[in-house]
């Protein structure tokens, strides 16, 4: 399949009047900012003819906008091979599980060892809205969590589906095991998140920070263990493992805000189990199921608990 520029034109009317360029193409588009201001940085971005220079430029009512889209660029990565599972895939997207231990994208000490380099090795074509290094990379799981994700083949699936990430369209269920006291079976965590004041590599919940709302409820607990179903309603930085440990139940495994516990298992035990979403081009909603992995189903069985329920068990919750 050959991509072409997609040419989007827009005209601004009155509530949108002496607002930012970057903001008006954000409500528009439904990209993210960073988005945004890469295609302006390209020159693909033109006010009534002249070509933006900046996002913080303000747009006047009944200017149009028009935005080019490119195709795909040849990306610097080097393609990895590597077996993951694909669940599903056709011309548009694919839905594959990250393994532990995998970054999703380059980030330092991690150029060509991340799950950008196995998509390019194993999807000939993938979107470059996200760009060179993020390639059909829609939303992202941490490197030591393991579970599903949605990646975007084309760059109109790619803005589709940011929206509905942004619009909280797609569910997103977890399983967690967690140690310590938990103040009660079930509950909301409402803790704003934000860079630790200390440490600038960590998250913390912290005053001022970005709102924040996790659910959750437990599968099972034995004496200080727990399994726990997991719903994040904003996508902060750490959201869960930060949240656990706020309320006293860290992730076990977890090395940055957990109880380490390496007698059970040498990563933080959190898995992405199940995602439902609505197929960007056909509309179909489709849902995903995704049977924690081996180190975490032990746990899990020396429980009492089947790892191959666990999908189900937190649909139940976050439906």
């Known amino acids: 399949m050959q991509h072409q520029d997609i040419r989007k034109v827009f005209r601004v009317g009155d509530t949108f009047h002496n607002q930012r360029l970057d903001r008006f193409l954000e409500s528009q588009l439904e990209l993210s900012r960073s988005q945004i201001k890469r295609l302006i940085d390209r020159g693909l971005v033109f006010i009534s003819g002249e070509r933006a220079k900046k996002p913080g430029v303000r747009v006047k009512r009944d200017e149009e906008v028009l935005v ?3 195709p795909p660029e040849p990306t610097e990565l080097i393609p990895r091979d590597m077996d993951i599972k694909v669940y599903y895939e056709d011309e548009y997207l694919a839905v594959i599980e990250k393994p532990a231990g995998l ?3 380059p980030a330092a000490g991690h150029r060509q060892d991340t799950l950008a380099n196995v998509l390019i090795a ?3 074509i993938l979107s470059s809205l996200g760009g060179k290094e993020r390639p059909g990379i829609v939303h992202r799981l941490d ?3 393991s579970g599903l994700l949605v990646v975007a083949k084309t760059e109109d699936a790619h803005m589709k589906l940011s929206a509905a990430f942004k619009e909280k369209r797609v569910v997103k269920g977890y399983v967690a095991i967690c140690c310590g006291r938990l103040p009660a079976v079930e509950g909301i965590i409402d803790a704003p998140i934000g860079r630790h004041p200390v440490n600038r590599k960590k998250m913390a919940v912290v005053k001022g920070g970005r709102e924040a709302f996790t659910a ?4 099972k607990s034995q004496r200080d263990l727990h399994i726990l179903a997991v719903r994040i309603y904003t996508g902060r930085t750490h959201q869960i493992r930060v949240h656990l440990h706020h309320i006293g139940c860290p992730v076990i495994g977890d090395e ?5 516990r390496l007698d059970l298992i040498d990563r933080q035990a959190l898995h992405a189990t199940y995602l439902r979403l609505v197929h960007p081009e056909t509309e179909e909603e489709m849902e995903f199921f995704s049977v924690p992995p081996n180190d975490m189903a032990r746990i899990m069985e020396s429980m009492g608990i089947k790892a191959e329920s666990v999908p189900f068990m937190v649909r139940s919750f976050v439906l």
């Open 143 to 145: 490197k030591n969590t």
């Open 216 to 219: 959750y409820r437990v599968i």
């Open 103 to 105: 970054p999703v994208h």
């Open 68 to 70: 080019i889209i490119p």
């Open 122 to 124: 194993r999807f000939p």
């Open 256 to 260: 940055t805000y957990g109880k380490k």
